[in-house]
Structures are given as structure tokens and as C-alpha cells.
């Protein structure tokens, strides 16, 4: 049962992995009439087509689907999403699957009865209006299903027009998509694979060259660019990168929008969400986050070390230092340029284990005089 919604639902965050945060303009309603949007048509047929393989035993109500989903991907609407998960959680998680195994019994035995009399016709069967409770339960269901898909899209900054989606998700049920399941795997794969990193590395290298002509801006020979807000303490620097730094920051992609952050008030908005779900009593406790210098991306390893305790760094990171052509999951997409504002709260300077033995050692046989000379306490 699991399976069935969370392989649906994988659908789309598997796509949406490779959006990248927002490289470009972002949801629009778009228009039928105008340029074939693939990308658009694309991602629709592939909700589509997961839906009918995985959750075809759901009559959902599509022209609430419909309207929930542009609800989701353009943010109108006044939306308790707290309680929209939670009703589809609740949904899916408890209800379906004991209504969906009372259909299946039902089936097998109406399929027992037509063989034993001797009628051999392969039934095929569609959705089930006992998969709902109501038709209040329906609408709810199907409304709030739309909207989180279409959130989905909104948060994740792909450049979808809407209307080529939900188009593509009604051809695909009345069996005339313009995409096969083959063709519509071969565009996506092409566009997150080939043209968005191209995309992405020629717009993060102008972005970076504009960055580079502001006042106060300096370049390593890396070529990570930086601006130091506030020096801090030089003689408590992480100088290693087995040093452990305790910071708070602030991360960017080039259009300015947050994607990660350590104080819960710059969280993103879905952030902020999932924090408040998982940790309701300390969801917005502003811990520094603590970490070895060596176990983070190489901006950050080299830009953190210009600055000492209590300093402040403004860091502008190519793709080469931050996570490359492969990106880091739906936040961040291939080849981007990214932004960090960080805050060092404190730095803790790596110990050897040789070191430390020996100043073990060399405590163990200053003890030892003391107490041969009366020193020792």
C-alpha cells in the first residue's frame, strides 16, 4: 500500500530532484494555444501514466484535482498544508488499503463465480467508488492530491506551465497522450541531462563575472569569490581541514532564493514545514550546526578558513567547489553557482591522537616527580 502512493508520489520528486531550485522562470498557466511546452507535457505525462500504472483503483474527481493543482503551483488559495498532509497521509496510510483489499476480495470472488460458470472473459477493472468514503471525502482527497503535486512544482522552481500538465495528465486517461511512456523518459532525460546543465553553467559563469565586479569582492586562485563582512578573531581560525567550525549560514542559488539555512526564520518555506511536523515543541530552536572543515564542499572548506571565530564571510561558490554537474537533490541543480552568508560561532582546532598521547605521557611523569619530591598534590 505504501508502495502504491509513495511510488506515485516518487513519480515527480524524481523529476523535480533535477529542477534545480528555481534555474528559471519558474510556474506559469501558460497558454494551449501557444508553443508546445515538452518539458511541460513531459512531467504531466509522467504523473499520468504513474498514476494509472500505481493508484487506478482511485476514482479521483479530476476537475478538483485540476484546480488544486494550480491552487499548489501558483500559491492562491488559503491552504492549511499542515492539515492537507495529514489528511492525505491519514488517506493513504490507513484507509485506502483495507478498502482496496475489500475490493480485491470482492473482485476475486465475482471472477470465482463467472469462470465456475463457465464464462472465460478476462474482466478489466478500472476505479471504484468504494475507495471512497463519500463524495465530501472524494473531493477533499482529490483536491488536496492536486494541490501537493502542484506544490511540488512551485517549490521545486522548474520552469512548467501548468495548463501543458494537466493537459497532458487528461490525454494520457483518455488514452491519446502525445508523448509515449519511452518518449516522454527520453525527453526528460535529455532536458535535465543535457540542456539544463548547459544552461545552468553558462548563466552561473555570467552571474559569477558580475559578482566579481562588486565593490569588496576578491578571488582565490580556486576561483571561489568572496567578501569578508567581518574579520573575527585571527588568531582563532580553522586552519585544517580536520579543524571543526560551529557557523551559522545562509545558503543562495543565483536568483537569490534559500535553500538551505541554519536559523529556522531563513529556512525555506517547505523547510520550515517538515520541521514543524517532525519537532513541534523545538521546531525553531536556532542551534549553530558544527561540522569538520574536511566534511563539506571545497568553497566552503577554503572560504570558511579567510575568516577566524566570531567572523563573518560573504562567499559566492563556482560549481566546481560546490556539487558539480550531478547537483545536490531537488535544491540544487547541476552545474549551479551558489551564495553563502556565514557566521563563525566558533572554531575548534583538530588535536592529533600522537599529540595528545604525549601530553599524556608528559602529565603522567610530571605526576610522578611530584610525588617523589612532595610536589603532587
Request: with cysteine; hydrophobic share 35%; net charge negative.
Amino acid at each position: 500500500m505504501k508502495k502504491a502512493f509513495f511510488g506515485a508520489a516518487a513519480l515527480c520528486a524524481a523529476v523535480l530532484a533535477a529542477c534545480g531550485g528555481g534555474d528559471r522562470d519558474g510556474i506559469r498557466i501558460g497558454s494551449l494555444s501557444g508553443e508546445f511546452d515538452s518539458l511541460s507535457y513531459a512531467l504531466g505525462a509522467n504523473i499520468g501514466y504513474g498514476i494509472e500504472r500505481d493508484l487506478s483503483d482511485i476514482p479521483f474527481d479530476y476537475d478538483r484535482f485540476d484546480k488544486g493543482m494550480k491552487d499548489g503551483a501558483l500559491d492562491r488559495g488559503k491552504v492549511d498544508r499542515d492539515r492537507m498532509m495529514a489528511q492525505l497521509r491519514e488517506y493513504f496510510l490507513v484507509k485506502r488499503m483495507p478498502r482496496l483489499s475489500a475490493l480485491q476480495a470482492r473482485r476475486a470472488e465475482a471472477d470465482s463465480i463467472r469462470r465456475a460458470s463457465g464464462d472465460t472473459t478476462e474482466v478489466k477493472y478500472g476505479s471504484d467508488a468504494s475507495l471512497f468514503a463519500s463524495d465530501g471525502e472524494r473531493d477533499s482527497i482529490s483536491y488536496a492530491f492536486g494541490n501537493n503535486w502542484g506544490y511540488s512544482f512551485r517549490i521545486s522552481g522548474a520552469p512548467v506551465q501548468i495548463a501543458w500538465v494537466l493537459e497532458a495528465m487528461k490525454d494520457v486517461r483518455e488514452g491519446k497522450a502525445r508523448m509515449t511512456e519511452q518518449e516522454k523518459e527520453e525527453y526528460i532525460r535529455y532536458y535535465f541531462l543535457v540542456k539544463l546543465p548547459a544552461e545552468n553553467a553558462k548563466a552561473s559563469e555570467e552571474w559569477l563575472a558580475e559578482v566579481a565586479s562588486r565593490p569588496g569582492v576578491h578571488k582565490t586562485e580556486s576561483g571561489l569569490l568572496y567578501r569578508i563582512e567581518k574579520q573575527g578573531d585571527t588568531v582563532i581560525m580553522a586552519r585544517g581541514d580536520r579543524d571543526r567550525v560551529s557557523v551559522h549560514y545562509k545558503g543562495m542559488n543565483r536568483k537569490g532564493k534559500v535553500f538551505d539555512a541554519s536559523r529556522y526564520a531563513d529556512k525555506p518555506a517547505e523547510a520550515q514545514e517538515m520541521l514543524r511536523m517532525r519537532f513541534p515543541d523545538s521546531y525553531d530552536k536556532d542551534e549553530p550546526v558544527e561540522f569538520p572543515l574536511g566534511g563539506v564542499i571545497p568553497g566552503w572548506s577554503e572560504g570558511v578558513k579567510l575568516v577566524g571565530k566570531g567572523g563573518k564571510i560573504t562567499l559566492w561558490i563556482p560549481s566546481d567547489l560546490a556539487y558539480g554537474p550531478r547537483g545536490a537533490g531537488r535544491v540544487i541543480g547541476p552545474n549551479e553557482a551558489l551564495e553563502f552568508e556565514i557566521e563563525v560561532v566558533d572554531v575548534t582546532p583538530y588535536l592529533d591522537p600522537a599529540d595528545t598521547t604525549d601530553m599524556v605521557d608528559a602529565a603522567e611523569i610530571m605526576h610522578s616527580l611530584g610525588s617523589e619530591t612532595g610536589m603532587a598534590e
